[in-house]
């Protein structure tokens, strides 16, 4: 079976950083795409950025464009959220999602295509 853990959530002040990291874990897990997803109290689930898992490509939320940076470690099979320039925001619990099969190009961002979830970590913005 195939289980993704995060891990990294916490407090953090507004303008300061703080890196997620989504380990899979399974003998034979294989992904075509994994990504971060992040809900607020009372909203739904919204994405938040996407990589190939064979290769670079990545494709990032507007609210999150130019401040986060996704990036995974494929012999690790970890992936990362390193966000910077918090904002208050962006307080919600974050999770990692992987699916095996391909996307069309802009389904990335639709929850409801991912195979696998992680439990999710909260982080939280002070002001």
């Given at each position: 079976?195939?289980q993704l ?88 619990v974050y ?29 939280t913005v002070?002001?």
């Open positions: 079976q195939v853990v995060e891990s990294g959530g916490g407090l953090v002040q507004a303008g300061d950083s703080a890196r997620l990291s989504c380990a899979a874990n399974g003998l034979t897990f294989s992904a075509y795409v994994m990504g971060w997803f992040r809900q607020a109290p009372g909203k739904e689930r919204d994405f938040v950025a996407v990589i190939k898992w064979s290769g670079n490509t990545t494709y990032y939320a507007d609210s999150v464009k130019g401040r986060f940076t996704i990036s995974k470690d494929n012999a690790k099979n970890t992936l990362y959220l390193q966000m910077d320039s918090l904002k208050p925001e962006d307080p919600a999770y990692c999602a992987a699916r095996v099969s391909p996307l069309v190009t802009g389904a990335e961002a639709y929850s409801s295509w991912y195979d696998y979830w992680g439990e999710g970590t909260q982080v002070s002001s």
